[in-house]
């Protein structure tokens, strides 16, 4: 492995891709990447993504653990994308060659209102950002900024080996109103999930809708069963506690989910990329606090 750490690093990688050394990256993968494609269709695949190419230039760079980090290039024209994970030994986990899409004509529009993130300690950005590659909810219009946020501590989201959710950081976290508003919805009583298990016949789990100014809404998901302590109808403040992070939902694991839209409808609204307070916008592997 130390001959292999000097081959292909995330400071190498794409010059040794745009030269073609492909065999070289496909020895550095790990064993379940090899187990999924050959090397036969690893050299087609990567020699034919690379026609046309002038460059790759680096995108993004961002901490996934202490032992994970991701590198997103896009090519010249800005319309290819490579997406790598190296371990701290630079095995390579993954590697994904896709279309760099983009949806200019909202990624241009932020909300009128300005947000805090919905919490009270330090968090991590799990998934965020306006990629695929950095926020899998990009795709999907109605959650196309949202945010997924985790604790972490010495690399992990949890303690120890993890049998329950009270071993995760996140679990029983306080979660707090990202804005003055109205609430609209709540959902309180979904039992949360055992380790292992998802619900995906209630997706959001328990949540909370508010209602803000400029008609804009956010949505906050995956709270513990009961712990949300607001009410319909009732008005809050920025700040104010709402409820306990849990694992309810399509969830694997205690986080939070949040989001602002443009519809009380979270199904067939409209996600809004959030401005937050003092122009700073969190992506995947930041580390952010309640004054982010």
Same mark, same amino acid.
């Given at each position: 492995?130390?001959? *292999?750490?000097?081959?292909?690093?995330?400071?190498? %990688?794409?010059?040794?891709?745009?030269?073609?050394?492909?065999?070289?990256? @496909?020895?550095?993968?790990?064993?379940?990447?090899?187990?999924?494609?050959?090397?036969?269709?690893?050299?087609? !695949?990567?020699?034919?993504?690379?026609?046309?190419?002038?460059?790759?230039?680096?995108?993004?760079?961002?901490?996934?653990?202490?032992?994970?980090?991701?590198?997103?290039?896009?090519?010249?024209?800005? &319309?290819?994308?490579?997406?790598?994970?190296?371990? =701290?030994?630079?095995?390579? =986990?993954?590697?994904?060659?896709?279309?760099?899409?983009? @949806? $200019?004509?909202?990624? +241009?529009?932020?909300?009128?209102?300005?947000?805090?993130?919905?919490?009270?300690?330090?968090?991590?950005?799990?998934?965020?950002?306006? +990629?695929?590659? &950095?926020?899998?909810? @990009?795709?999907?219009?109605?959650?196309?900024?949202?945010?997924?946020?985790?604790?972490?501590?010495?690399?992990?989201?949890?303690?120890?080996? $993890?049998?329950?959710?009270?071993?995760?950081?996140?679990?029983?976290?306080?979660?707090?109103? $990202?804005?003055?508003?109205?609430?609209?919805?709540?959902?309180?009583?979904?039992?949360?999930?055992?380790?292992?298990?998802?619900?995906?016949?209630?997706?959001?789990?328990?949540?909370?809708?508010?209602? =803000?100014?400029?008609?804009?809404?956010?949505?906050?998901?995956?709270?513990?069963?009961?712990?949300?302590?607001?009410?319909?109808?009732?008005?809050?403040?920025?700040?104010?506690?709402?409820? !306990?992070?849990?694992?309810?939902?399509?969830?694997?694991?205690?986080?939070?989910? %949040?989001?602002?839209?443009?519809?009380?409808? =979270?199904?067939?609204?409209?996600?809004?990329? *959030?401005?937050? !307070?003092?122009?700073?916008?969190?992506?995947?592997?930041?580390?952010?606090? $309640?004054?982010?």
């Amino acid at each position: 492995m130390n001959n *292999i750490q000097r081959c292909i690093t995330g400071e190498t %990688f794409c010059a040794k891709f745009s030269k073609g050394e492909f065999q070289s990256i @496909y020895n550095q993968t790990a064993s379940n990447f090899k187990e999924l494609i050959t090397i036969e269709q690893f050299m087609e !695949l990567t020699s034919s993504f690379n026609t046309g190419v002038q460059n790759y230039s680096l995108e993004s760079e961002t901490r996934l653990t202490d032992h994970l980090r991701h590198y997103l290039w896009l090519d010249n024209e800005k &319309i290819k994308a490579i997406s790598v994970t190296f371990d =701290h030994d630079d095995v390579i =986990h993954s590697l994904l060659l896709a279309p760099y899409e983009t @949806y $200019p004509e909202t990624d +241009n529009e932020f909300s009128k209102n300005t947000y805090m993130l919905p919490i009270q300690d330090e968090w991590f950005v799990f998934w965020g950002g306006a +990629n695929q590659f &950095i926020n899998y909810h @990009y795709e999907i219009k109605e959650q196309r900024y949202a945010y997924d946020l985790v604790i972490v501590n010495d690399g992990q989201s949890y303690r120890d080996i $993890p049998t329950s959710n009270e071993d995760f950081y996140a679990f029983n976290k306080e979660v707090v109103a $990202p804005c003055d508003g109205r609430v609209v919805k709540v959902v309180n009583s979904i039992v949360d999930n055992e380790l292992g298990s998802t619900n995906v016949s209630n997706p959001e789990g328990n949540y909370v809708i508010i209602q =803000h100014a400029n008609n804009e809404y956010s949505l906050i998901a995956h709270f513990k069963q009961n712990s949300i302590v607001v009410e319909e109808g009732q008005l809050i403040k920025q700040s104010q506690l709402v409820g !306990l992070c849990g694992n309810s939902g399509n969830s694997s694991e205690p986080h939070i989910h %949040f989001q602002v839209m443009n519809s009380y409808n =979270h199904h067939n609204g409209k996600s809004i990329r *959030i401005r937050f !307070l003092g122009d700073y916008e969190p992506i995947q592997g930041d580390f952010v606090k $309640p004054s982010n």
